[in-house]
């Protein structure tokens, strides 16, 4: 099969303005492709298809797919690249085309961007059918051409970052335990001979004094574990790193403050934020970003048992500070407390952690974009230029000290673990909790509840889970191997 795209007519002439790889192949085809889509009744809409069969031995299909205009650059108002976007999901969608033909391999035309197309085309074919036996059937996508073969590449390494992320988010809990999730990624890292992977114990992590995290992991029949890995991709070992921290609850029931039943299934994906750092490590390993990158995810379930944390319960950090356990489902800043005061032994050039923390987050940008809370404009920045380009996009949240007090004015310990006007600012309190733990001058906390699953927003990926924003951390540990300003 192959997929071409075509531009959104300038004038209203409706002729169709192909690519160059859409004019070679109509050349081909002694202006076959042109007249038909012409007979084919008004223009081509963004993101909508025509297929053609026969018109050429080596495509027995082709499908051309709508491009929108041929200049979109960088919209201001969307805060994202929408040139980029529209080959993405042109691409996506032809490729699907393609598959539902049942044609196992598709070429790809790279419409000006073959990074862009790459990642259309391998994060749109993605599903996650391990455990059925009736299966879509596989598609291998490939550049049409050679011209832009590096970027295609590059594309196919980003999108596999975020499809590793979309497996372990959309496994079952029963197959992705603590150690299970743990010995996936350091599988995936065993090829690369500058990356270290340590899987630590709970007896490990009890000599580390992370009373909160162990307090949450004693509700489980499932061991914790605490995943440390080390990419050394910088030019001298010990040039500062950046430090990924990921909540890896790999399945929450809300504990004794029990969620209800309806929905509770997808919290096998509460370890998003592990999954997606952890895969946005593999991907920059695969691409060789010179850049000296430490990954940590405590990983635990937390379930409802006797010895599970109680509400009104006391535990004490890493750092020595006392938490008040309010409601035993704002379990994952426990987690994250003892982790990013260990990632504070590294000498980081930035801390950057990720999780699934809130509803409040999905309440508030739905799944537009990451929020992202931060103290420092400098990392704001890359980030957020890192986002455009990535079309997975951060917005800036508060980190006021209006909701400090909040978490800070507590009757039995040092912080709450939710804010004292419960639901009001549920994001923005969590964020202020996390802050307690945190001395470093450039850390950012990504909430991504609101970007865990994809209903029918985001059209280059299927339903389920969503694996974001693992491309954008990538994007943003690229740019940051690059920036010398800090």
Request: glycine share 10%; proline share 5%; net charge neutral.
């Amino acid at each position: 099969g192959l997929v071409l795209g075509v531009y959104s007519s300038e004038k209203d002439d409706g002729v169709a303005q192909f690519t160059s790889a859409g004019d070679a192949f109509d050349k081909l085809v002694s202006g076959k492709l042109r007249a038909l889509l012409s007979l084919c009744g008004p223009p081509l809409k963004k993101g909508k298809t025509r297929v053609f069969h026969g018109l050429h031995q080596d495509f027995p299909s082709v499908v051309v797919v709508g491009l929108g205009k041929k200049n979109a650059g960088i919209n201001e108002q969307e805060n994202w690249n929408e040139g980029k976007e529209n080959i993405r999901t042109a691409v996506a969608v032809g490729c699907r085309q393609i598959q539902e033909l049942e044609i196992p391999c598709v070429e790809v035309d790279p419409c000006g961007d073959a990074q862009a197309a790459a990642e259309g085309a391998v994060l749109g074919l993605h599903e996650y059918n391990e455990l059925k036996q009736k299966k879509k059937p596989v598609v291998t996508p490939q550049l049409h051409g050679s011209a832009e073969s590096e970027a295609w590449q590059k594309g196919v390494i980003y999108a596999e970052g975020q499809n590793l992320a979309r497996y372990l988010m959309e496994a079952p809990a029963n197959y992705i335990t603590p150690i299970k999730f743990a010995e996936h990624i350091e599988q995936k890292l065993r090829s690369f001979s500058n990356v270290k992977v340590h899987i630590r114990p709970e007896s490990w992590i009890t000599t580390q004094e992370m009373g909160a995290f162990l307090s949450v992991a004693k509700g489980s029949a499932e061991p914790p574990i605490f995943l440390e890995i080390h990419y050394l991709g910088g030019a001298k070992t010990d040039d500062s790193p950046l430090v990924f921290v990921g909540k890896g609850v790999t399945f929450d029931s809300g504990g004794i403050s029990l969620k209800p039943s309806s929905g509770m299934d997808a919290m096998r994906a509460d370890m998003g934020g592990a999954a997606t750092v952890c895969s946005a490590i593999v991907t920059a390993a695969a691409l060789n970003i010179p850049l000296n990158i430490i990954g940590l995810a405590p990983l635990c379930e937390n379930m409802p048992s006797g010895k599970a944390n109680k509400p009104g319960d006391v535990v004490r950090a890493k750092n020595g500070k006392t938490i008040q356990v309010d409601n035993t489902d704002a379990e994952g800043r426990l987690l994250l407390a003892d982790a990013l005061c260990y990632a504070h032994n590294f000498n980081a050039r930035a801390i950057v952690n990720a999780a699934t923390l809130t509803g409040a987050m999905d309440v508030a940008l739905g799944s537009a974009a990451t929020g992202v809370f931060t103290n420092s404009s400098w990392l704001w920045t890359h980030l957020y230029e890192a986002s455009i380009l990535t079309g997975d996009r951060v917005w800036r949240m508060p980190l006021f000290e209006h909701y400090t007090k909040q978490v800070t004015d507590c009757p039995l310990a040092d912080v709450s673990n939710i804010g004292k006007y419960s639901r009001a600012g549920g994001a923005c309190t969590a964020a202020a909790f996390l802050k307690e733990f945190v001395t470093a001058p450039h850390w950012a906390h990504l909430d991504i509840a609101g970007v865990m699953s994809n209903k029918d927003e985001v059209p280059y990926l299927r339903k389920g889970m969503a694996g974001r924003p693992t491309r954008t951390l990538v994007e943003f540990a690229a740019r940051l191997s690059q920036d010398r300003h800090n």
